[in-house]
Nanobody, 120 residues
Framework: QVQLVESGGGLVQAGGSLRLSCAASGSIFYIYYMAWYRQAPGKQRDLVARITSGGSTNYADSVKGRFTISRDNAKNTVYLQMNNLKPEDTAVYYC??????????????WGQGTQVTVPS
């Protein structure tokens, strides 16, 4: 099995910064991409940012220029640096990874989520 464990959420004032981390562990053969999604109360879960194993990235329009996704392939860890946070960034942030396992299967995995709150 594969586990994703997020950390780094919390409460921060508007204009502040947070850095989220997500470490993948378990029977990992290869991770194709890692991503961050977020879900605000009463809304659907949306993609925030994604990074491939080669380092190519894409971002939601709402976070471009403020958030940066990065990845340490040796540690199977993905980061999300969030700057100039706004109240509309308040959500539960989920880590996602597309993983090929040691026994040949390939599937998407989710972390448990970490809360980010930016008071208005």
């Amino acid at each position: 099995q594969v586990q994703l464990v997020e950390s780094g959420g919390g409460l921060v004032q508007a204009g502040g910064s947070l850095r989220l981390s997500c470490a993948a562990s378990g029977s990992i053969f290869y991770i194709y991409y890692m991503a961050w999604y977020r879900q605000a109360p009463g809304k659907q879960r949306d993609l925030v940012a994604r990074i491939t194993s080669g380092g190519s990235t894409n971002y939601a329009d709402s976070v471009k220029g403020r958030f940066t996704i990065s990845r340490d392939n040796a540690k199977n860890t993905v980061y999300l640096q969030m700057n100039n946070l706004k109240p509309e960034d308040t959500a539960v942030y989920y880590c996602n990874a597309d993983v090929s396992t040691n026994w040949g299967g390939r599937s998407g995995y989710w972390g448990q989520g970490t809360q980010v709150t930016v008071p208005s």
